[in-house]
């Protein structure tokens, strides 16, 4: 049995959009997200890290951002209910800068182009890369610029 792309989706799964503007876009992280380090991208990679890079699913591909900032929001949200005590849970943030678009071509090879076409919306949910999406968007990102 092949695993779809929402099967794919929700093991790389991160966070949600919660703010969308065109230069920056702000995250809640779940509470089930990594805290130091990611294991579910093929290998262990700090997570989550300044300048680091996270997805968004868009029409034809995703938009690549890059984190600029991370935050822990203190908040009187009550957690998981039990019979014993209720305890506010902080909320884990961050924000994107959109730098960009990473599609598959024709011969199933990750591209990545500068700029959006189309942006997330509030409730999307943001996915962290694997190490092939990583690689062949380092690789663009040299190419186009240097």
């Known amino acids: 049995m092949s695993s779809t792309p929402i099967d794919q989706y929700s093991s790389l799964r991160i966070g949600i959009i919660e703010y969308v ?11 089930e997200s990594p805290e130091s380090i ?26 690549v ?22 305890l506010p849970m902080p909320l884990r943030k961050l924000q994107l800068h959109p730098i960009g678009e990473l599609s598959k071509n024709s011969n199933d090879e ?7 076409e189309t942006f997330p919306s509030v409730g999307d949910i943001v996915l962290i890369p694997t190490e092939e999406q990583l690689k062949e968007n380092h690789i663009k990102i040299i190419k186009k610029v240097g």
Do not use: C, H
């Open 110 to 116: 990750f591209i990545f182009s500068r700029g959006l």
């Open 21 to 31: 503007a065109p230069d920056e876009l702000r995250v809640v992280l779940d509470n």
């Open 65 to 86: 951002g890059q984190i600029s900032w991370i935050t822990v929001e203190r908040t009187p949200f009550i957690g998981k209910e039990s019979n014993l005590v209720n």
């Open 38 to 63: 990611a294991l579910n991208t093929g290998s262990p990679r700090l997570f989550p890290r300044i300048n680091g890079y996270l997805l968004v699913p868009i029409d034809l591909g995703f938009m």
